[in-house]
Nanobody, 122 residues
Framework: QVQLVESGGGLVQAGGSLRLSCAAS????????MGWFRQAPGKEREFVAA????????YYVDSVKGRFTISRDNAKNTVYLQMNSLKPEDTAVYYC???????????????WGRGTQVTVSS
């Protein structure tokens, strides 16, 4: 089992920044690829970013490229999502997820956190 707890969400004005954190516990964190997803009201859960278990490879949905950065610190069992130049359309609940070894951009992850709300006002 891997337990994931997100933090860092909140209310921010358009153009502002937030950094989300996801703390993992349980199994060996460095064995897992990590992903961030988001879900806005009335919409399906959407892939945002992912990072390989080593941190060598990262992936982003087109709408956040150049604005969001995913990173991980395996010594701290934590993955981060730095979000800059936020837009109202980024408003959603953000979830982190863990998947054994292989990184994917679909929701086929093994473990999920409960999410953290991000609200961007115009």
């Amino acid at each position: 089992q891997v337990q994931l707890v997100e933090s860092g969400g909140g209310l921010v004005q358009a153009g502002g920044s937030l950094r989300l954190s996801c703390a993992a516990s349980g199994r060996t964190f460095s064995n897992y690829a990590m992903g961030w997803f988001r879900q806005a009201p009335g919409k399906e859960r959407e892939f945002v970013a992912a990072i390989s278990w080593s941190g060598s490879f990262t992936y982003y949905v087109d709408s956040v490229k150049g604005r969001f950065t995913i990173s991980r610190d395996n010594a701290k069992n934590t993955v981060y999502l730095q979000m800059n130049s936020l837009k109202p359309e980024d408003t959603a609940v953000y979830y982190c997820a863990a998947r054994w070894r292989m990184v994917v951009t679909t929701p086929q992850y093994d473990y999920w956190g409960r999410g953290t709300q991000v609200t961007v006002s115009s």
